[in-house]
């Protein structure tokens, strides 16, 4: 019985035979997620936590971690953690502060990633597997522990595509959105895709109160096939009835991430294929420069960049450009591979 990996509803399944209460459960559930139990004694010890309940939790029960390798800290704030899975494989996650009131967390849902974009270091390392509910879950649990502020939003945008591990991603979230998980409201959960258009249909139908972020790069498909290699699994068209079908279900627009490489995308013609493709879908766009330690892509001049975000108004859609930090550290956009160089490395804090 790993309390990590459960929802509340499955957890209630899991303890109904020992006679738990709906009350009891929730309060199991809130020992683990809302007040973060270190161990099963923890839980086992929990307020209104009867006997007979808590010797189950002691004979069943496992409450795994992650094991911190190290954290390291950018000029601008932002900290790299570097996580162990006792099941193999090293992930990362990012704190992100906002604001100076609170933080965002940004967390993987897979050791490496199958998509291999051509600008993403994740996608070079190829794909290890996929991470369970309470590895994806543990990444937040441990940030939150060790934060100054409060964590009021988590994307899941780290190494790999969640919509490619969808069952335990939504859980994941489910449990972080929970009253009595993580209480992170729903709205300030965001999931990014390449573009896996199966699992976005679904994703709709479901009716999740997540938000997805599409990840497009270019409204062209010659130009999205040579640095988004799911664009020969899942073409441009497809992926735009899909999100048009979201932003219909929704009402509301789609966000649209796009990295911008200098010479690359950021041309009029590249506005106005976003232009015809996106006609009559509300939508609104996202420019993030590309970060490719690699020096094969360059972000945008900032003259490049500012002509392209003039040529962008033809859309008539709201344009922002998204800060990618952490990139001494490698904690930004498309630089997470487990890497172990630069900012300042920050002292584990002493075990109990």
């Keep these: 019985m790993n309390l990590k990996s459960l929802s509340l509803s499955e957890l209630e399944a899991q303890l109904a035979p020992s ?24 839980v086992a010890r929990a307020p209104q936590v009867p006997r007979g309940v808590a010797d189950v939790l002691r004979e ?15 000029e601008d704030g932002f900290v790299k953690y570097l996580f162990e899975s006792p099941l193999g494989g090293r992930v990362e996650a990012v704190r992100i502060p906002l604001f100076d009131t609170k933080y ?31 590895e994806i879950v543990d990444q937040v649990l441990q940030v939150r522990a060790e934060a100054d502020r409060p964590v009021r939003g988590v994307v899941f945008m780290g190494m790999g595509e969640p919509l490619l591990n ?31 258009v199966p699992a976005i249909r679904r994703y709709t139908r479901e009716g999740h109160p997540y938000r997805l972020v599409f990840s497009l790069t270019s409204a062209i498909p010659e130009k999205r096939l040579k640095v988004l290699p799911i664009e020969r699994t899942h073409p441009l068209p497809g992926l735009i009835d899909a999100i048009r079908e979201y932003t219909t279900v929704r009402e509301e627009r789609a966000m ?28 609104k766009i996202d420019l993030i420069d590309v970060t490719d330690p690699t020096g094969k892509y360059l972000p945008p001049t900032p003259e490049e960049l500012s002509a392209f975000r003039d040529h962008l108004q033809m859309l008539g859609a709201p344009i922002a450009r998204r800060y990618s930090g952490g990139k001494e550290i490698g904690a930004a956009c498309g630089t997470l591979a487990a890497t172990q160089e630069g900012g300042t490395l920050l002292q584990l804090p002493a075990k109990a």
């Design 60 to 74: 069943k029960a496992e409450l795994p971690s992650l094991t911190v390798v190290e954290r390291r800290r950018a």
């Design 256 to 283: 649209l991430a796009y990295v911008a490489i200098r010479g690359f995308n950021t041309g009029y013609e590249d506005a106005v294929a976003l232009k015809e493709a996106f006609a009559g879908i509300p939508v």
């Design 104 to 134: 965002v967390v940004c967390i993987s849902s897979q050791v490496g990633c199958a998509l291999a974009c051509d600008f993403c270091m994740t996608g070079k390392l190829g794909f290890k597997r996929n991470l369970q509910t309470w």
């Design 166 to 196: 969808y069952t335990e991603t939504i859980r994941a979230a489910g449990i972080l959105c929970h009253p009595a998980g993580l209480a992170i409201s729903g709205r300030a959960i965001s999931f990014s895709t390449a573009g896996t």
């Design 19 to 42: 006679g738990a209460s709906p009350l009891v459960v929730r309060k199991v559930f809130a020992a683990v997620f809302a007040h973060g139990a270190q161990t099963v004694e923890d």
